[in-house]
């Protein structure tokens, strides 16, 4: 991409930051604008609140605006794919993007990162974790399951057995990512454990305020890696029980500041570090 600008060459200080609705409660801003500091890079990093129908304006004028790029969250990730010029291939398979790129020609790239922070968040928790050594198990058919579904195939898992509160959705999963794929019933979701070396919960269940996930875990074995996308609270119910029964557990929070990385990157220059100190940031 050589029509590009490098950040460290455009005059003034590079503008990004994320677009949502509602956007208030992100953390994002947060994460980024503690990396600049830490880095004593010259930028900064906004929550963009857009409804749905200013979405394609706001994107034709961030650019001219000095930004450089955004993150974009519920409930844009889908329709950014649209809007955006160029898409890559990981995330047209899952559907929804939710890291663009402003290039210097004035076209809009745009990336899916979550399944990359996912699997980075369990490379860097639990180094030893091998999804090739047995089935996983992802309970949950939303955008966060399909981007961890694309990410764990890509990985190397062999068997990936997923289940939701709506089957169609897990169905629709398994038409568009293959044989490795089994759709198992909700009501049938604690059998699905049995064996499964990589468990996963990507609905919003156990996030505060909600129900806990009420799935059986008498057939978890203690050798399972048990990991949630939900990371308020860090320990969700799923998390403390899995751990009451030896397993290794890994929490969201991870995922989430492993998916700021390429994104921050590309726009100040610099790859930004996931580690206890930036969680501490989040977590104040
Ligand atoms: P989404 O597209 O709205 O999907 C929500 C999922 O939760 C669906 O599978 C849905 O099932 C299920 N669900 C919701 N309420 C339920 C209930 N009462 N009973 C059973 N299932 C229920 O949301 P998403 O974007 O995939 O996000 C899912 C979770 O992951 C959220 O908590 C989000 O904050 C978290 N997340 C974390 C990260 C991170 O970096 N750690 C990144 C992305 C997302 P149905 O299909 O039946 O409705």
């Known amino acids: 991409m050589t029509d590009e600008i490098p950040a460290s060459q455009i005059s003034h ?77 990981r995330a047209a398979l899952i559907g929804a993007a939710n890291t663009l790129i402003f290039r210097a020609d004035g076209k809009i790239h745009a990336d899916n990162t979550d399944g990359y922070g996912f699997i980075a968040n369990l490379r860097q928790s639990a180094p030893d974790w091998r999804p090739e050594a047995g089935p ?84 978890l074995s203690p050798d399972a890696l048990v990991t949630d996308l939900v990371y308020t609270p860090l320990m969700t119910p799923l998390l403390t029980e899995a751990q009451a029964r030896g397993c290794r557990v890994v929490d969201g929070l991870g995922m989430l500041l492993h998916q700021a990385a390429p994104g921050f990157e590309r726009w100040f220059g610099h790859r930004p570090e996931v580690d206890d100190e930036i969680r501490r940031v989040v977590l104040e």
């Not at 990396?35 to 929550?47: F, I, N, Q, S, T």
């Not at 963009?48 to 706001?58: F, Q, R, Y």
């Not at 309970?139 to 068997?159: M, P």
Request: no cysteine.
């Open 136 to 219: 996983a198990a992802v309970i949950g058919a939303g955008g966060a399951a399909r981007a961890v579904v694309a990410s764990l195939l890509d990985s190397g898992v062999k068997e990936l057995r997923i289940t939701n509160r709506t089957r169609l959705r897990a169905e629709q999963i398994k038409a568009e990512f293959g044989a490795r794929l089994v759709v198992y019933d909700w009501a049938q979701a604690g059998n699905m454990l049995e064996g499964a070396t990589t468990v996963v919960n990507a609905t919003s269940l156990g996030m505060d305020g909600k129900q806990p996930l009420r799935v059986p875990l008498d057939a």
């Open 13 to 89: 200080a590079p503008l990004a930051g994320v677009i949502g609705m509602p956007i208030a409660h992100s953390r994002s801003p947060r994460v980024h604008g503690h990396w600049l500091k830490r880095y004593g890079l010259a930028g900064h990093y906004v929550p963009i609140p857009v409804m749905p129908e200013h979405l394609a304006e706001v994107l034709r004028v961030l650019p001219r605006a000095g930004f450089v790029g955004a993150n974009v969250t519920i409930p844009h990730k889908e329709a950014v794919l649209t809007l955006a010029d160029t898409v890559t291939d």
